[in-house]
């Protein structure tokens, strides 16, 4: 969780002025943690602070601030009818380009009240910029302190047909992923690109291999079984966190033969996860996406992954 500052960027763009409603504090339980955030603009909002009453009420709120920062407390039982039965701290800002151009890109600090910047601050932003210790978000003597979200996982998906796209539907709103999209052509992508995503066209995609970060993960699921080889064999020459690629057991068997006959041993080989997925939800576009989608995201996999990367 962060201060996603390309996130604010591209609202302000689009709409104007948008303020951002995040929480601040929390006491008992809440639907939401710190650092939580939303977007709020004239007709329309993105991001949650955890729905209900709280983020209606907060939202109509934010829509009618003339301030530039508020912050206020919200008792969730007494106040607003919901069961979680804490209390929260918002802290409400509202964003044009040049406020927006004027975040730090590393942690941004700010009090509501324009106080002057505590001792305590100062030290834990020092600690931030100078030992690259990043910091949770919190209100510290009434400054409220986020850390700038940066993606920390790159995923490359290969292939921009109909499973490419209902991927990249489910997993583009996740903060945590810069994904990068590569096909053989401006056709074959779609109109619009979500936000957070790059879109390459190439008549080459497996010349991008060598460009891709050795930590990143991979989905190969592009329209051709010749290159989806090609890309299997670039990546295990290359290196990579994770690859996976669409198909059956028969087409992996096949590929197995063919990557051994290009020189990769079988343990190398066996790194490339084949097929992908839960083929239990069935073969729709969005099903299939789901179930990749969600070996993706396993924390037991991702656990997994950190001791390939320790090892």
């Known amino acids: 969780m962060g201060f996603d500052l390309e996130a604010l960027r591209e609202a302000v763009k689009t709409h104007g002025n948008v303020a951002r409603v995040v929480i601040a504090a929390i006491k008992g339980s809440s639907p939401r943690e710190v650092g939580a955030a939303m977007l709020v603009w004239k007709n329309g909002q ?66 509501a009240s324009n106080t002057e910047m505590p001792l305590a601050v100062k ?55 810069a994904i990068t999209w590569v096909d053989t052509g401006p056709e074959r992508f779609p109109e ?44 295990l020459s290359h290196d990579f966190r994770f690859a996976g690629l669409i198909g059956s057991a028969t087409k992996w068997a096949r590929f197995r033969s063919r990557l051994a006959a290009l020189g990769h041993s079988p343990e190398r080989i066996a790194r490339i996860t084949c097929p992908i997925g839960d083929p239990s939800l069935g073969k729709h576009p969005q099903m299939i996406a789901v179930g990749v989608a969600a070996q993706v995201l396993h924390p037991a996999r991702q656990n997994e992954l950190k001791k390939d990367l320790s090892a």
């Not at 690259?132 to 302190?145: A, K, N, R, Y």
């Open 46 to 111: 993105s991001g949650t602070i955890g729905g209900g009453t709280l983020e209606f009420q907060a939202a109509k709120a934010a829509r009618s601030q003339t301030a530039h920062a508020r912050q206020t407390q919200h008792a969730l039982g007494p106040d607003l009818g919901q069961c979680c039965g804490g209390a929260v701290t918002l802290l409400s800002e509202i964003y044009d380009l040049d406020a927006v151009d004027s975040l730090d890109d590393t942690v941004v600090a700010r009090s």
């Open 123 to 177: 030290r834990l932003l020092a600690q931030a910029r100078g030992q690259g210790l990043t910091p949770e978000p919190q209100l510290l003597d009434g400054w409220m302190i986020e850390p700038v979200h940066k993606p920390a996982r790159n995923l490359w998906i290969w292939g921009a047909g109909h499973v490419g796209r209902a991927l990249v539907d489910v997993l583009s709103p996740l903060p945590d992923l």
């Open 192 to 235: 619009t690109i979500p936000a957070g995503v790059t879109s390459i066209p190439t008549v080459k995609p497996a010349e991008l291999v060598r460009h891709a970060p050795r930590d990143a993960e991979h989905l190969v699921l592009t329209y051709s079984h010749t290159l989806d080889l090609e890309l299997c064999n670039r990546l």
